[in-house]
């Protein structure tokens, strides 16, 4: 066996590690963790440590770890078919089984699935395929993306310039011009607090109607958004939000990207965030708990409307030219199977729900009456602690202080316990596995309380 120095030492000598600061690690100065195992909702590192993911690994690990349905599902179907391409109408049982699961559960007015990887290649396919619809319909000029900021929808080029958070932007040329922004739906972080939840969707939507204007609703081609903001703050939105801006799009023939990465089945305790919201997408993102990260899965869902105008597309110019290697990989989808199999069969859905809103009680209930604690919010089994230097202004901590890192150390190191430092603030997030149990959710509730009160007092 290795030594751990000895893993370690080869870690820094070989291995670029994504959302890393580079020199610290590659010197030794900042180190990750080895992990080793996992079952249910706690993973254990290479030195014994168990430790409860109160993040689901990235907010992916839905069912929860150790499952041997999805383990042994991925085994068969590798020892049956590793592999095989989709290109030219092929697929494997696998794949077509789960294409046909997915649009069970999709919104009704969603036609096809195509699938890929990961969230950031699923979106890229959602980009060029909204390129392809636009000028199948003779309108080439209408090819821009409205975005939000404080948004998140991956770390390519186009889907590193949708994604609303500076660090995705820095020193990388992003975003591409093709790329606009507008107003987070971030009610706690309007600027003049005394608008309400009402006021500050008008000013979301006016501030959509200027971009478009400014614009020109001919070169605007689409609006994406999460159903909840997620890696910039664990946002939800507030009340009326969705269906006000939907108006607008539909007035302007705008397609609607629903990325749900993130919270696309179950996370919101429904099926989909689209459902949750009444959104009606013409595009939505599928990946994380598509096959709860057992193995690499993706998917774009289009809707019938759009696919209709793909199918005049090849019959007009032949063969879309577009396609990954490993689309519909048979792992991935044999993982996926397994995956929405037991999501259903153990009501996990359900669950997320309940213990969700427990937890989200919790943390208030613990917190609420602290000084340096703004907001604690979220919807299903995600929730966020904003933490403010002072909660009347609701002015931020400076970030040098680090404080939301801070309490994240304090609640591993004391408590065994993850949460994740949100970027762009003081803010502590949670998406645990839905198998999360409301003993799990106190001790979450617990660290999370004490590791604040000995950070800030």
Known sequence: MLTNDTLSKWDRENFMHPSTHLGQHARGEATGRVIRTASGCEIEDRDGNRLLDGFAGLYCVNVGYGRPEIAEAIAN?????????????????????????????????????????????????????????????GRPEKKKIISRWRGYHGSGLV????????????????????????????????KDAAQTEAQFVAKCVADLEDLIAREGADTIAAFIGEPVLGTGGIVPPPAGYWPAIQQVLRKHDILLVVDEVVTGFGRLGSMFGSEHYGLEADFITIAKGLTSAYAPLSGSIISDRVWKVLEKGTD?????????????????????????????????????????????????????DHPNVGDVRGEGLMCAV????????????????????????????????????????????????????????????????????????
């Open 77 to 137: 179907q590798a020892r049956e078919l590793a592999y095989y391409h989709s290109y030219a109408g092929h697929g494997s049982e696998a794949s077509i089984t789960l294409a046909r699961m997915v649009m069970e559960r999709a919104p009704k007015n969603m036609s096809k699935v195509y699938f890929g990887l990961g969230g950031s290649d699923a979106n890229e396919t959602n980009v060029k395929l909204i390129w392809y619809y636009n000028n199948i319909l």
């Open 386 to 457: 904003e933490l403010v230097a002072d909660r009347d202004t609701r002015a931020a901590f400076d970030p040098a202080q680090k404080v939301g890192p801070s309490v994240i150390g304090r609640m591993l190191a004391d408590d065994k316990v993850i949460a994740r430092a949100m970027p762009q603030g003081d803010i502590l997030g949670y998406a645990p596995p839905f198998c999360l149990t409301k003993a799990e959710a106190d001790r979450i509730i617990g660290a999370t309380d004490r590791a604040i009160r000995n950070v800030l007092g």
């Open 159 to 190: 889907t590193g310039s949708l994604t609303g958070l500076e660090l995705f932007h820095k020193k990388f040329d992003l975003p591409m011009s093709q790329v606009v922004h507008t107003t987070s739906p971030y009610f706690y972080r309007r």
């Open 316 to 368: 007009e110019n032949g063969v879309m030219g577009h396609g990954w290697t490993y689309s519909a990989h048979p792992i991935g989808a044999a993982a996926g199977v397994a995956n929405l199999m037991l999501i259903d069969e153990l009501s996990l859905i359900g669950n997320a729900a309940q213990v969700g809103l427990y937890l989200r009680e919790g943390l208030r209930d613990a917190l609420g």
